[in-house]
């Protein structure tokens, strides 16, 4: 059963900082690309950060660049999400996904988590 368990969010004070991790099962995780994609209160899905397997080549929206890091322990099959200097816009669920791994549960889509709640406010 392929599963993503999002952990890490909260309630953070702007400029502060918070780690996210995703533990992921069910699939290959040291092979496949991970993804971090938030969604604001009122707002549709907004990719993150990419890391890619293999290569581990990152990359980042540029509104989160030179403060977010991406990176994952593949021994543990975890993927993380560093963020620091938290801004108010940040506040978001935020997702991990694995664009390339079919959900068990709808094989027509991808695999999801079910969210972690990062709200930056003072």
């Known amino acids: 059963e392929v599963q993503l368990v999002e952990s890490g969010g909260g309630l953070v004070q702007p400029g502060g900082s918070l780690t996210l991790s995703c533990v992921a099962s069910g699939f290959t995780f040291s092979s496949t690309t991970m993804t971090w994609v938030r969604q604001a209160p009122g707002k549709g899905l907004e990719w993150v950060s990419v890391i890619i397997s293999g290569s581990r080549r990152t990359l980042y929206r540029d509104s989160v660049k030179g403060r977010f890091t991406i990176s994952r322990d593949n021994a543990k099959n975890t993927l993380y999400l560093r963020m620091d200097t938290l801004k108010p816009e940040d506040t978001a669920v935020y997702y991990c996904?694995?664009?390339?791994?079919?959900?068990?549960?709808?094989?027509?889509?991808?695999?999801w988590g079910q969210g972690t709640q990062v709200t930056v406010s003072s």
């Open positions: 996904n694995a664009p390339a791994v079919r959900s068990t549960i709808c094989r027509r889509a991808s695999a």
